[in-house]
Structures are given as C-alpha cells and as structure tokens.
T-cell receptor, first 109, second 112 residues
Framework: EDQVTQSPEALRLQEGESSSLNCSYT??????LFWYRQDPGKGPEFLFT???AGEEKEKERLKATLTKKESFLHITAPKPEDSATYLCAVGGSQGNLIFGKGTKLSVKP | DSGVTQTPKHLITATGQRVTLRCSPRSGDLSVYWYQQSLDQGLQFLIHYYNGEERAKGNILERFSAQQFPDLHSELNLSSLELGDSALYFCASSPRTREKLFFGSGTQLSVL
C-alpha cells in the first residue's frame, strides 16, 4: 500500500533559521513526488513536482530534493510569511495523489 | 487564485440531512478529484472523475456519491449526515490524470 509519512508534525523557527522538512514514502512505483503549501482555511497550493532520485527544484527560499525513499523541503532563511502547513504527496496507482498529514511550520520574527 | 471554484464556502446542517457540494474545474481541465480533510486524518481521497466518467474511488462512504456533468463541473452529494462527516471538502482539477492538482478553496461542512 502506498504511504507517505511527514516529519516533524510541527516546527517552530526563528526568522532566518534554516531547516528541513522530511517526507518519506513507500510506493510500488514512483509516479511523482509533490509538495504543496496550505494556509489556514485555504486549499493546498502547488509548489514542486519531482520525478527521479537526485532531482532538485528551487523557488525563492524553498528547495525540494528527492532520493529513492524520501524527499526533503529545505527552507533557507525563512520569513514569517513562510508560516504554513507543508504537504507532501505521491502519485497513487489510481491516478490520485496520496498525501501525508503535513508539517505545520511557524516562523517567528 | 487556482481557477477552481467551490460553492458554498460554508455549510451548516443537522444530522440525517443531505447536502450537495459543487465544483467548477479550471478551464480545460478534464479531471476532477474530491478530497476530505479533517484534523486527525489529513487529506483523504474520495473519488476521481475524468471527462464525465468515474475513474477511481478512495475512502468514500456509501452515503456519499458524486458525478461530473457534460460541462465538466462536478457535484458531491452527502446524505444521512453524521457528526463525523464534519470536515473540509476540497475539489481539485488537472488536465489529465497523474499530474499536479489545482485545489479549490474548499467547503467547510459542519454537521450539528
């Protein structure tokens, strides 16, 4: 059964304090690894898709990396506006996305 | 703005009732997905339609049903509502399957 596990559940950082979020997955065949950002009361917003081990993508202060068993979302010098829940998902065998429970990030000024 | 429109934004109803949630996908997107999000379960896949046809079912209860119409909008029908059905319901669309999804802003359902 395809599974996605994210850690930590919550992360509190000071502004400028870099860190990483982890997403480990178990799939029968990787059909893409997706990162989303979700703000309270809103729908998830797409950030990145990764397809093969070694692939990396960047957007502003965020960088996503992928290995054969996990993905990391690196946040460099975060700002308070980066506070959100970050969701990881894998492409499922049914054509859907299977989501982890997310990491809630809080960045204090 | 993702381009996916969901109505209503909020819905408050009583146990035993039936409600309909509506979703308009992004222009040109043929795939529509429905997800349920609760605090303890995260985002759970319910059902997927592609160009009017049901393609896959996830953890969808028998009391729930959905359809996609010729104009590609979709409706999720929830009946015999229970307290535990209270959650955020999201619709998402994509041009095809196995691609990134664009989510609407959700319908917050409260069953009292």
């Amino acid at each position: 059964e395809d599974q996605v596990t994210q850690s930590p559940e919550a992360l509190r950082l000071q502004e400028g304090e870099s860190s990483s979020l982890n997403c480990s997955y178990t799939v029968s065949g990787l059909r893409g690894l997706f990162w989303y950002r979700q703000d309270p009361g809103k729908g998830p917003e797409f950030l990145f898709t990764l397809y093969s081990a070694g692939e990396e993508k960047e957007k502003e202060r965020l960088k996503a990396t992928l290995t054969k068993k996990e993905s990391f979302l690196h946040i460099t010098a975060p700002k308070p506006e980066d506070s959100a829940t970050y969701l990881c998902a894998v492409g499922g065998s049914q054509g859907n996305l299977i989501f982890g429970k997310g990491t809630k990030l809080s960045v204090k000024p | 703005d993702s381009g996916v429109t969901q109505t209503p934004k909020h819905l408050i109803t009583a146990t035993g009732q039936r409600v309909t949630l509506r979703c308009s996908p992004r222009s040109g997107d043929l795939s529509v997905y429905w997800y349920q999000q609760s605090l303890d379960q995260g985002l759970q896949f319910l059902i997927h339609y592609y160009n009017g046809e049901e393609r896959a079912k996830g953890n969808i209860l028998e009391r729930f049903s959905a359809q996609q119409f010729p104009d590609l909008h979709s409706e999720l029908n929830l009946s015999s509502l229970e307290l535990g059905d209270s959650a955020l319901y999201f619709c998402a669309s994509s041009p095809r399957t196995r691609e990134k999804l664009f989510f609407g802003s959700g319908t917050q359902l409260s069953v009292l």
